[in-house]
């Protein structure tokens, strides 16, 4: 019987764990003169290319003030699709905005590498970059694996006191 409770909370902290549906994406990147961090979000939990709703975040201390939509700039090819498979992004990539009217800036994936790139007047830069992404878990998600350890704890409680 104590063997069952013991995997009756195992079996609700690993289901916690496992039925995430992340929605929400916390990003990093750097390259050289580039820092840029924040969180975008999906429709779902991007096992296929997704479209990206928004974006949140700051480049080289600059907020990032949203997401350009399709076809807005004409000086990029570029598609706003995510998905959590490597690599990350299309040869489009995403595009963003930046709040100083600073210049839209478009990160994507080409040659094996992840780069961000943008354009001022006739001037392109092009800079390759470290590309980091990871889930952020549900509220459910949390709460379960809390309700998991909960009961592994009031479990453990009651086998001591009974020895």
């Known amino acids: 019987m104590k063997f069952q409770h013991?995997?009756?909370?195992?079996?609700?902290?690993?289901?916690?764990?496992s039925t995430a549906q992340a929605e929400t994406?916390?990003?990093?990147?750097?390259?050289?003169?580039?820092?840029?961090?924040?969180?975008?979000?999906?429709?779902?939990?991007a096992l296929s290319a997704e479209p990206i709703l928004s974006i949140t975040g700051t480049r080289n201390g600059v907020?990032?003030?949203?997401?350009?939509?399709?076809?807005?700039?004409?000086?990029f090819s570029y598609d706003n699709l995510f998905t959590i498979a490597q690599p990350n992004?299309?040869?489009g990539g995403m595009l963003f905005s930046l709040a100083n009217g600073?210049?839209?800036?478009?990160?994507y994936f080409f040659n094996n590498v992840y780069n961000e790139v943008y354009?001022?007047?006739?001037?392109?830069?092009?800079?390759?970059?470290?590309?980091?992404?990871?889930?952020v878990p549900e509220p459910a998600t949390v709460l379960s694996m809390l309700a998991g350890l909960g009961l592994l704890g009031v479990y453990m409680r009651k086998a001591r006191a009974e020895q």
Request: hydrophobic share 45%.
């Open 6 to 17: 013991l995997i009756l909370a195992g079996a609700v902290l690993a289901g916690g764990v």
């Open 25 to 45: 994406w916390l990003f990093s990147y750097t390259g050289p003169g580039i820092v840029a961090s924040g969180t975008f979000t999906t429709a779902g939990p």
């Open 63 to 75: 907020a990032i003030t949203g997401l350009v939509g399709l076809e807005e700039d004409p000086n």
């Open 89 to 91: 992004f299309s040869d």
């Open 102 to 107: 600073g210049l839209n800036t478009n990160v």
């Open 119 to 135: 354009v001022d007047g006739l001037n392109v830069f092009d800079t390759p970059i470290s590309w980091s992404v990871t889930a």
